[in-house]
């Protein structure tokens, strides 16, 4: 997907193309609830929901920087190198990986420009 493409995306949806994309976690619903996303990480089971906000398991890094960090880290541990600024620009938050100058992406949530960099990285790595 392009970035115009990503931008229109709900947060969702980039939540769990992050998950699956980035992370390489399978995914699959709740039973319970329609709107519940769970997670099936290395060694954990984790989740995201717009209603429930599962307390223990919740994975969000549009809003938590631990979690966008891992982002990161998944990356960096395939070689790929990560970059970050913020500028006195609209929107001032820019965030890229080496794979590919075409990794650049500007948000005004740091957190969504680094997801935004993340799966335009993931798209550069030779299958
Ligand atoms: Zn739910």
Redesign the pocket.
């Known amino acids: 997907m392009n970035i115009d493409e990503l931008k229109v995306l709900s947060d969702d949806a980039i939540i769990e193309k992050v998950a699956v994309e980035v992370m390489g976690w399978r995914t699959r619903k709740?039973k319970t609830?329609k709107?519940?996303i769970i997670f099936q990480a290395e060694d954990d089971e984790l989740g995201y929901?717009k209603?429930?906000r599962l307390p223990s398991c919740y994975w969000n890094p549009l809003t938590d920087w631990n979690h966008t960090m891992e982002v990161v880290a998944r990356l960096k541990k395939k070689g790929i190198d990560f970059a970050f600024a913020s500028y006195e620009l609209e929107p001032p938050y820019t965030a890229t990986f080496n794979i590919s100058r075409d990794s650049l992406v500007s948000d005004a949530n740091p957190r969504r420009a680094i997801c935004f960099a993340a799966l335009r990285a993931v798209s550069f790595i030779p299958v």
Do not use: D
């Open positions: 709740s609830c709107w519940c929901c209603l429930c």
